[in-house]
């Protein structure tokens, strides 16, 4: 039970305050029934297939059935408290034994496997967890967590230690880092102090997916997030200056959907424009209606398929939300089915080299109309999260994307949330989104095929989109050719594409 961000730049943030309303059921105020009258009441007749207790593999996590009631427990080796999920059940159980669970707009479904195994699916989210069923829960479980400070250090390093999988990668001796700052606390340490000691350990690590948040009044408040280093910051000036250069280049006025986070318009020489500002928060409600939104805007850009010269999308101010939105786009841009990337998520809480079996996610042909002509993906370091993963599944359709700009963010996990304290939550990656070579774009982020200026001084000054003036004319030339006919997952040799600089 992760959750994918939902805003544009901080995504693990954003997807912490996101959590607003639910984070307080399942952290305040379960903080305050303690684990052990959780297990009084698993104790009572099975009334559907999943009723019980639930380890999911990887993720750090229990999920505790009972009757209507869904909740969650976050463990590491010496820790349990209350999750901040609370579900209800919607409905009875599917013919399989499927139960659909909801909480606010977000949904998920339990199907059980068999007596013992089980797998759940977030709607919005892309692939699946799988889960073991347990006889009880653990003992560790059985009594309120301690909430001192040294206590909750010491959980906040361990959800680190045991679920983050990049550490190697960057470089960070995390024993050390906590032979550091552990000394620092006392039993005066403050929330506050608390709060600055797990900044200052998260914010050498560069990660877009790390977050803290503070709960005020039952609701998620962001108080850091983490950005890969020297990476553009978004800000309203920049984001009404960069719209007003894309502007300039179409034929006539953008339409606007999803309350103007997708615009849709034309440019010269018979091309279409996409701008997608965020991959949610569309429409009211859950994602069917987030969905039926993109196909509005998706439907407008497509209206006449075989008039479109070739396609530009941009998602230079994308900051995240749903991988399956994402996926959604690239359906309606191909006629015949691939591998858009594989996930895996870290399983051993001892060895951060041993993943869970990679699960592959297959972009498949909608029913809508389709357009399998030339197309370009514009990126800046701001495009993060599912912007990446997007990009990422956009890299194995044939013919050949063309990507233009920079380095995307370099973040591609869904990101966990984990209670602290009652007053502290934290954001934190633990999956890896693989190319076909096994390999990924966690930390450099997806690299473009033809670099250019985006967002710099100079060109928001002038009112310039160099990016979007060379996709313009890279399509309007079918310059790339057959280049690489079969996509290019996990092909990290063309970063530059030296010939085509504009």
Known sequence: MTRRSMGRAAAAAVALATAAGLAAPGAAAAQGETAAQGATALQGGPANPMEGVWRMEGYGLLVAVSGNRLTTYDVTAHSCVPGWITATQAAAPGPDGTIRYVMGDNALTLTPRGRNRAVEHEEGGVGSKSLDRLDALPPLCATPAPNDPLAVFDRFWEEFEENYPFFAAKGTDWHAVRDEKRRTITPATTVDRLQDIFADMLSPLGDAHTALARVVNGHAKPVFSGQRPGTT????ELTVRARQASAAQ?????????????????????????????????????????????????????????????????????????DALGLHIAARLTDRPYLAYRKVARNDPADPTKFTRPEPITVRPSPGTHFDGPVAVLTSSISTSAAETF????????????????????????????????????????????????????GPGIPPNVRTPVFTTDELAGLRDSALSTARRILTEDAQGDQDDQGDQGDQGDQDDQGRQP
């Open 233 to 236: 910051e978004e800000t309203e």
């Open 250 to 322: 179409l034929t006539g006025p953008e339409q606007l959907f999803a309350n103007g986070r997708l615009g849709v318009g034309r440019l010269p020489d018979g091309i279409g424009y996409l701008r997608v500002s965020s991959f949610g928060r569309y429409a009211p409600g859950g994602h069917q209606n987030q969905l039926d939104e993109l196909d509005r805007a998706l439907d407008a850009v497509l209206a006449d398929p075989d008039h479109l010269a070739g396609l530009v999308i941009d998602v230079r101010l994308n900051g995240g939300g749903s």
């Open 391 to 442: 990009t990422q599944a956009m890299m194995g359709r044939s013919p050949h994307v063309l990507r233009v700009g920079e380095n995307t963010q370099g973040v591609y996990s869904d990101v966990m949330i984990k209670t602290l304290s009652p007053d502290l939550l934290v954001g934190l990656p633990n999956e890896k989104y693989l190319t076909r070579d096994g390999s990924t774009f966690d």
